[in-house]
Nanobody, 124 residues
């Protein structure tokens, strides 16, 4: 049974940084495509970034240039480094995994496994 556990969320001031982590257990992490989605109150879950099993990445326009996704296959972990945070980045951030890997997997339905989420609050 694949489990994803996110951590690293919290309160940060506008312009600040946070690093989210997601640890995968119970599966073959190195073969999964991994992604970060986010969901703000009253809004649909939206794609943020993904990384393929070979390290290829794709980003939503709203985060490109500010966020960086990376993975450490030895630690079964995917990271999201978030810089220059804005109030509109506030949301629950979810880690997701899919069997197989594609840079075009931008929809929640493209993913097989989900974490419980970690909350990010951006406020002064």
């Amino acid at each position: 049974q694949v489990q994803l556990v996110e951590s690293g969320g919290g309160l940060v001031q506008p312009g600040g940084s946070l690093r989210l982590s997601c640890v995968c257990s119970g599966g073959t992490f190195r073969s999964y495509g991994m992604a970060w989605f986010r969901q703000a109150p009253g809004r649909e879950r939206e794609f943020g970034s993904l990384i393929t099993w070979t390290g290829g990445t794709n980003y939503a326009a709203s985060v490109k240039g500010r966020f960086t996704i990376s993975r450490d296959n030895a630690k079964n972990t995917v990271y999201l480094q978030m810089n220059s945070l804005k109030p509109e980045d506030a949301a629950i951030y979810y880690c997701a995994a899919r069997r197989g890997s594609s840079r075009d997997a931008l929809r929640p339905d493209d993913y097989d496994y989900w974490g419980q989420g970690t909350q990010v609050i951006v406020a002064s």
